[in-house]
């Protein structure tokens, strides 16, 4: 085979015209030199010469290309034509061969590009590939590393037919598995050398890329367009409830806060990036969380508990890239007002209940309404962060409701046990400890004691793999994938002393505490050039 590559769409300059090294003189050349340089053993086998270009030909070309073709065409010589099509058709033969992918990861790995078009589904099918590639890699450190290879060249294709389709859903919440699942791969190794241990902290630094392109085409290149202008975003989902309106734009900041999260880690790996400066990257996605935020109105409240992790990640991002706090103020306080009128009115309030059907409608009568509020984590996150931003209006409002409407709900945050680090990335079974009976008040000094108390007195979350080794927002990645609620230990070091609650806070001057603090240990040494 003889190859003669053009990027592109096959247009007549690109055939036979000014363009820089067009197609027809490249094949005369191909023609009339190559065959004669063939090694002796090789010259009595046939000669196809391939015109391979990655668009599609011209239709005004075609009959060009054609004629060219006949004209041309010897025994022992033929033409062949790999648009993008062609070439795309290739690619796949060769990466499902079986000793690439075995045959039952080949079949969910072409379930879920033919189901793309439905996200949910694609990701239940590469789900499924991912749990087979997990246990294909107990076999053993060289196990691991196929199957770490594996999970993203598949990972890549499902990015690559995800983007040419234009539905970058599934790509997204593949890519974010397939981080959970590389660092699962990767872990075991942490503290080991040898080629295997470099070949998984690769592959690692590999999937975050990936992950940190699909976050940058999906939010960056099709998403911030739109982030200004007035419900833009809430008009554009394909919906007739607004409940389904509420949930993708919280899922959206969710995302666009931990890309920013991302940046802010990538910023302080110099050896991972080449020495990029990742602070604009940081600040623009945080920017564009609020953006998102003041333009549609559906943010003014979450209709679902388990969103409290999506209000944590724009809080961190917000305040950990020096933009003005007053906005994340504000955004406080409406929700605070809405989260009282809506438990008050007992319509459309953020219930505990993971029940769609409870989102869409929440129960009003008594027994209902009680069963749906028998715990929150939103309303201490709201107060925790009303203290810390000095808020006195909106901690008084959260204080009253929790007397007059809320007296029998759970005041909770979750913290990580022991078990977190076994179950926490992949979410194989339930974990950590519940923080109850949080107090509620106007002052927020309890509130604030009792939760640095807890945080000191559970340790756990620095004991995790992913803090001790530096990789802290895969931590963050999990519980955002998982519905989890954020782990205090996070920010709580940032608020202000309990003794100075009332006062001015910290707080106010953007300051949050660096997570690095939080895990002095080296990341794993790895070659790789992660981008935002």
Known sequence: HLLSVKRGDLTQSEWNGNANQALRPSL???????????????????????????????????????????????????????NGDKIAGMLLDGILREDIFPKPLRSDLRKALAMLDDPTVAYGHYARLAERLAEAAKSGPAGAVTAARQLSLATWIVFVWARDLGNLEAAYTASELGVLHAWELAKPHIDGS???????????????????????????????????????????????????VNLALFEIVGRVAMTSLW????????????????????????????DIVESNGCLGLPIADQQAIDVALVFMATLGSDLDPSRLAAWIETMVERLVFAMRM????????SDYRDWLDPPADDEGFKRATVGSTLIPLLAIWAAALDLPRARARLATLRKDVLPDTTMQMWLPDKDSETCHYLNTREHGHALMDLPIDP?????????????????????????????????????????????????????????????????????????????????????GDPAG
């Not at 023609?31 to 270009?53: G, M, Q, T, W």
């Open 346 to 353: 007992r319509r459309l309030y953020p219930g505990a209940s």
């Open 443 to 527: 002052a927020g000094r309890a509130l604030i004691e009792t939760v640095f108390e807890a945080c000191a007195s559970h340790p756990e979350l620095d004991a995790m793999s992913a803090m001790k080794t530096g990789f802290w927002p895969i931590v963050l990645v999990a519980s955002r994938h998982w519905r989890r609620p954020m782990p205090p230990h996070f920010y709580i070091g940032s608020m202000v002393d309990p003794a100075t609650v009332g006062e001015p806070s910290p707080m106010t001057e953007g300051a949050v505490q660096d997570p690095e603090t939080r895990a002095e240990a080296e990341s794993p040494q790895a070659s």
């Open 28 to 82: 005369d050349q191909i023609i009339d030199a190559y065959p004669s340089r063939l090694p002796p053993e090789h010259k009595h086998l046939p000669i196809v010469i391939c015109l391979v270009f990655g668009g599609d030909m011209a239709d005004h070309v075609r009959t060009s290309v054609a004629g060219y073709i006949d004209a041309n065409t010897r025994p022992g010589r033929r033409f062949e034509i790999w």
């Open 263 to 290: 940046m802010h880690w990538l910023g302080k790996r110099p050896e991972l990036t080449s020495g990029q400066n990742f602070d604009e990257a940081r600040r623009f996605y945080a920017g564009l969380a609020m």
């Open 194 to 244: 040898g080629r295997e241990k470099d070949a998984l902290d690769q592959v690692l630094l590999q999937m975050i890329n990936l992950h940190l392109t699909v976050a940058k085409d999906l939010l960056k290149d099709r998403i911030a367009p739109a982030s200004g202008d007035r419900d833009a975003l809430a008009s554009a989902v394909r919906t007739r409830t607004s409940a389904d």
